[in-house]
């Protein structure tokens, strides 16, 4: 079992996602973890300390102050008595006392005393989530080390209200877990990554612009699988409301000129996966000003310009990475169409998705691709989009270093 043995401190703080951690608390003892449980006050308005205690055969430590667990100094001794802290939910409150080092209850005085890598998993509305201080107290925690997993984008419990703020799903945060307490095998270690995602959009006039559906969701997954096995991995990301992932350097760009320069100017490379829906045309001369409707005038003709081709120009480079993976977004003849990109672009690999809008996979979770290579089609089941990262960077792992 990956984490046999491995003592968790699992801190609850309070907010609607708190019920999420009983299975968080679940999925790490069915994976041998053994889970020491911290609630903080407003966490057990949530959830009840006897749920907690029942999933983690552990007794649940609520208080600072407590006259039994405190006859040996408790808290100190609960801060280092184990291999990792995780905190989820984060509730913005519990973040901002991290940021600012409060110690006034049990919770935030352990993660103040603790000496071991502590990974939190934020959950929030997404006002709280962007709101200025919160921004502040993530790139405080951020520059003192500590490890992030989300949080996601997505509906809230509240009505009408989605955004940036979801807790990260419990089988993410054991995978990141694992990943900080279980490393194994890192086959890509040394090497490095570039990948590209999300759309582009390529301005018609300042405020104006041509987009296409991309998430962004396939290529941060396969940034932050390749940097799991090892890579280090630079994610070249046009405009998308997800996150940055974990373990990855992201460099945000908006024009498909832009991402082709961020992408370029990082050569050498081992590794290249161009994910990313970059928009075939830009608009030829946009505007410098907001283009105005004249009553009575014709629309204004849009001129479109080809966009530089980021995959052809990788594969052909005098410094092309051993691994050139691309993307082909079809709707029509997925195998012919993703074949002839082969060998015309210079990859060594093509994922050909069918992306018509009855597939739901442009801007959805899941993903049906076949890989193209000189050694033929191998078409794979209906995967989510980590499981599509997660086989493709093993992939190329078996490809670079067998
Ligand atoms: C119904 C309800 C839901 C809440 N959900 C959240 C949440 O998801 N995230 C959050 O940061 N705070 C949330 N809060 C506010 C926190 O519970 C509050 O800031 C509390 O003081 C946090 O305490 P703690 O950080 O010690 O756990 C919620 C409050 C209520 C009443």
């Known amino acids: 079992m990956e984490l046999s043995n491995k003592r968790i401190l699992l801190i609850i703080s309070g907010g609607i996602a708190a019920y999420k951690s009983l299975d968080l608390i679940r999925r790490l003892r069915e994976r041998g973890a053994l889970v ?30 407590s006259r039994e667990d405190e006859q040996d100094v408790g808290h100190i001794r609960l801060a280092r008595d184990t291999d990792l802290v995780v905190v989820a939910p984060a509730s913005a409150d519990l973040m ?15 993660l103040l005393a603790t000496d071991r890598p502590v990974l939190i998993a934020p959950a929030m509305n997404p006002k709280m989530w962007e709101a200025p201080p919160t921004r502040r107290n993530v790139a405080t925690l951020k520059a003192d080390g500590i490890h992030f997993i989300g949080p996601m984008a997505g509906e809230m419990a509240e009505r009408n209200e989605a955004g940036v703020g979801r807790m990260a799903e419990p089988l993410e945060i054991v995978k990141a877990i694992t990943a900080l307490l279980a490393p194994g095998d890192r086959p890509l270690a040394g090497k490095t990554a570039i990948v590209t995602s999300g759309p582009t959009h390529e301005p018609i006039d300042p405020v104006r612009y041509i987009a296409n559906r991309s998430s962004g969701r396939q290529g941060h997954a396969i940034a932050a699988a390749l940097a799991r ?35 370029v100017s990082r050569l050498p490379a081992d590794i290249a996966v161009m994910v990313a829906a970059v928009a075939d045309w830009r608009v030829a001369s946009s505007a410098g000003h907001k283009i105005k409707k004249q009553p009575g005038e014709a629309p204004p003709p849009l001129q479109l310009a080809e966009n530089p081709d980021i995959l052809k120009t990788v594969g052909h480079h005098e410094n092309r990475p051993r691994i050139v993976v691309g993307f082909a977004a079809e709707t029509q003849d997925v195998v012919a ?37 000189g050694g033929g089609v191998d078409e794979w089941p209906d995967l989510d989009k980590d499981e599509v990262a997660e086989r493709l960077a093993a992939l190329i792992a078996q490809k670079l270093v067998g």
């Not at 407003?42 to 749920?51: N, R, V």
């Not at 999933?55 to 430590?61: N, P, R």
């Not at 280090?232 to 832009?258: C, F, K, W, Y």
């Open 337 to 373: 169409n993703g074949s002839s990109k082969l060998e015309r672009k210079g990859a060594d690999m093509i994922v050909a998705n069918d992306v018509s809008p009855e597939t739901g996979v442009m801007g959805g979770t899941r993903n049906r691709v076949k890989i193209i290579s």
């Open 96 to 110: 901002a006392k991290m940021a600012n080092g409060l110690a006034d209850d049990l919770a935030s005085a352990v």
């Open 229 to 263: 096995l090892g890579a280090e991995v630079t994610l070249v990301s046009g405009p998308v409301t997800i996150p940055d992932p974990q373990g990855v350097s992201t460099v945000h760009v908006e024009r498909a000129e832009e991402m082709r320069d961020a992408v």
């Open 36 to 65: 020491r449980p911290v609630m903080t006050k407003a966490a057990q308005e949530f959830i009840t300390p006897l749920a907690v205690g029942a999933l983690s055969a552990s007794h649940v430590y609520t208080d600072l102050f």
